[in-house]
């Protein structure tokens, strides 16, 4: 009996630490509850669960397929449309670019001034108010005349304002009174036609591009013709200048027939009702019956569509004398309505103006006053004489 005791007691006391045993080890693997966020305190979302990475089974089969959606490569991304530049509206451009003229030109005013204060006007001081002019590119029967002019007035009125006199005698010289408007418009609800016409090298599509940001900032629609193929490169380099104002480009293979481009070019302006074509030539100056050939045909073939408003000549201000026999040539294949003077930044001899409207009875209407997208100005005479005497 004694021993069947010992051997109840001896159960129970296992199977009391057996239960013990097991509630404790349960409750350590129970996690507790987190701790109740303090008020005001926002709890950071749960990570999200780590998925398994998906471990590949060695297997001889074909991998399994992997859905499309996770396979595919996202999309390209569209490439973003290149910004639209804002080209320089005309007060801003003229402030700016009356300074530039200023900077490159002022030599040529101190020094007539200069020499225009002297106490004795003797005949060396006029001989040296001469050579400065002739200097300058003004051009031996100009200078004559402005001479002339000079002594007279000088000698009646006295020496006291000779930069007034200057002042005046120089707008007389380079033609305050020439209507230098450029005709970019059309009638009858054709768009204007404005001709580039110019030696290779002068500025001829940069002035192109220049003209076409100008009427962009007028809020005029504009159509460009690329009939340079001589030079695949010019048609490149309208290409761009059309792009970063969002202008269209009419363009043809190298070699294409120029006149057929500038037919194109005319037929969209008047398709989608631009207001003002502009059409880049070739200037081979092989020789004058070529070019003849080229311009008026190129001319011809634009009017049959509407008529061209405006023959731009491209000159480049730093050639001189060379200049000015080209500009003969081409006044004399086509009807020059405009001059525009390129490079006038690089050059001190604005005088150049005078001699070219002389020579051609035609206005400087545009200057060309840097490399710079809109630095391309309209001739302004009284701007241009206070810009020559500093
Ligand atoms: N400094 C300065 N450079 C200018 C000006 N106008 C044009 N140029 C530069 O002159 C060079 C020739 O200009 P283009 O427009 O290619 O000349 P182009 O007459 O069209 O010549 P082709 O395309 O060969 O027919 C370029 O490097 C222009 O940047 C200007 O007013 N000032």
């Keep these: 009996m004694g021993d069947w005791l010992y051997l109840v007691i001896a159960i129970a006391v296992l199977a009391v630490a057996l239960v013990v045993g097991l509630v404790v080890g349960r409750a350590r693997r129970t996690p507790s509850a987190p701790p109740a966020p303090a008020p005001g305190l926002r709890t950071p979302p749960p990570p999200p669960a780590p998925t398994a990475a998906p471990t590949a089974a060695p297997t001889t089969e074909a991998p399994a397929e992997i859905p499309v959606e996770a396979e595919a490569p996202a999309a390209p991304a569209e490439p973003p449309a290149p910004a639209l530049e804002r080209p320089d509206g005309t007060a801003s451009r003229l402030v700016r670019l009356r300074q530039r003229l200023a900077g490159s030109q002022s030599g040529l005013g101190r020094g007539l001034l200069a020499l225009l204060s002297r106490d004795r006007l003797d005949e060396d001081t006029w001989e ?221 001899k604005g005088g150049i103006v005078v001699q070219v409207q002389r020579e051609l009875g035609v206005p400087v209407k545009l200057v060309g006053l840097g490399e710079g997208a809109d630095d391309l100005a309209p001739f302004d005479p009284g701007a241009f004489v206070d810009a020559l005497l500093g």
């Design 128 to 348: 040296s108010i001469e050579d400065t002019l002739l200097t300058a590119d003004v051009g031996v029967a100009p200078t004559q005349e402005l001479v002339e002019k000079l002594r007279t007035r000088l000698r009646v009125e006295g020496g006291e304002d000779a930069r007034a006199v200057l002042r005046e005698e120089l707008l007389t010289l380079v033609d305050a009174g020439m209507d230098r408007r450029l005709q970019v418009s059309g009638a009858e609800g054709r768009p204007g036609v404005v001709l580039v016409v110019g030696v290779n090298g002068s500025g001829k599509t940069t002035t192109v591009g220049k003209v076409s940001r100008i009427l962009v900032a007028e809020d005029r629609t504009v159509v460009l013709g690329a009939a340079d193929t001589f030079r695949a490169a010019a048609v490149e380099q309208l290409a761009t200048w059309g792009e970063r104002v969002g202008v269209d480009v009419v363009r043809g293979a190298e070699g294409t027939d120029p006149a057929s481009v500038a037919f194109e070019a005319v037929k969209e302006g008047l398709d989608t009702g631009a207001d003002t074509v502009i059409v880049d030539t070739a200037g081979r100056l092989q020789n004058k019956a070529g070019l003849m050939d080229e311009l008026g045909k190129v001319k011809r073939v634009i009017e049959k569509q509407a008529p061209v408003t405006e023959v731009l000549l491209v000159l480049d201000a730093t050639t001189g004398q060379n200049g000015l026999i080209q500009a003969r040539v081409f006044s004399e294949v086509v009807d020059v309505t405009g001059i525009v003077l390129t490079k006038l930044d690089g050059s001190a």
